[in-house]
């Protein structure tokens, strides 16, 4: 039904439509030129890449799809400039490395205890997001075991006293 994403010109349609044609797992990408909206405001349900990537950037995503766990090859989610709330469902696939989700609407991180699941993270790039509680981000960053390169700049907890030093030390 090519109606469902009127935003879409011809090619970028055609392209969205061909990827979901193919079997479970080999949707990549949706497409993105620039900073353009392309009205999509929810993600496919099955955004499992073949190429271990996917990158829903300058959408309205409110949300990133449940079934990401079922993901055995994705190793990068780069959802910048969306709507995203909630980070969880991307913790769950089972191999990603980098999770990109700069200028959304991420308010906390889940849980220490969801966040341990993320074993193999080792990149999250929250810039740009409404991270105020720092305790509750530490608590939650601790629990991420190969975590290595974080980003929260543009945060308002980057503007409390003390924050490089905790961020440091965690």
């Known amino acids: 039904n090519r109606s469902r994403f009127p935003r879409l010109n011809g090619e970028s349609r055609e392209l969205l439509f061909k990827l979901r044609k193919t079997a479970i797992g080999a949707v990549k990408t949706l497409p993105h030129k620039g900073r353009k909206d392309h009205g999509f ?3 496919p349900t099955v955004l499992c ?8 950037n300058f ?6 799809p ?3 766990a079922r993901c055995d090859n994705l190793r990068t989610i780069y959802a910048g400039a969306n709507a995203i709330v909630d980070l969880a469902p991307a913790l769950e696939a089972p191999v990603l490395l980098h999770l ?3 200028h959304n609407r991420v308010v906390a991180l889940p849980a220490p205890e969801l966040c341990a699941v993320a074993v193999t993270l080792l990149s999250l790039d929250l810039t740009g997001n409404s991270l105020t509680d720092l305790p509750q981000t ?3 960053l601790a629990a991420m075991p190969r975590l290595r390169v974080l980003s929260l ?3 308002p907890l980057a503007m409390q006293r003390g924050y490089r030093r905790a961020i440091l030390r965690a």
């Open 59 to 64: 959408n309205r995503l409110a949300s990133l």
């Open 49 to 56: 890449a073949a190429g271990g990537e996917i990158t829903p």
């Open 100 to 102: 990109g989700l700069a």
């Open 41 to 43: 405001q929810q993600a």
């Open 138 to 140: 530490l608590q939650s």
């Open 66 to 68: 449940d079934d990401l």
């Open 153 to 155: 700049s543009g945060n």
